[in-house]
């Protein structure tokens, strides 16, 4: 129901803009957000958006380098990445919120798309 795309391989410095579209049925009353999970570590928030599109929320490592935003129209959710380092590296997950808040932890999410892989090079 949720299908990411846009990962791939960018220099650090680069910018890269990941989407994620929904399709059987719509999400625009719920909270979306991005996590992301490297090898041996659990899966980690990166950035939520509320229903409305008009509240966000970043976990501190991206705040001022990552931009998520929505399209209703189109059913689709979108995570600007620029200024990318190495260690954002990491497959990069959306999800869609039971809550219509731009909630960070990942027990309110619960309909998972499959990741797409971001690979940083320095």
């Known amino acids: 129901q949720l299908q990411a795309s846009g990962g791939g391989l960018v220099q650090a410095g680069g910018s890269l803009r990941l989407s994620c579209a929904a399709s059987?049925?719509?999400?625009?009353?719920?909270?979306m957000g991005w996590f992301r999970q490297t090898p041996g570590k659990e899966r980690e928030f990166v950035a939520a958006i509320n229903w409305k599109g008009r509240d966000t929320s970043y976990a501190d490592s991206v705040k001022g380098r990552f931009t998520i935003s929505r399209d209703t129209s189109k059913n689709t959710v979108y995570l600007q990445m620029n200024s990318l380092r190495p260690e954002d590296t990491a497959v990069y997950y959306c999800?869609?919120?039971?809550?219509?808040?731009?909630?960070?932890?990942?027990?309110?999410?619960?309909?998972w798309g499959q990741g797409t892989l971001v690979t940083v090079s320095s």
């Open positions: 059987g049925r719509t999400f625009s009353n719920n909270g």
């Open positions: 999800a869609a919120a039971i809550t219509a808040s731009a909630a960070s932890a990942i027990m309110y999410y619960r309909n």
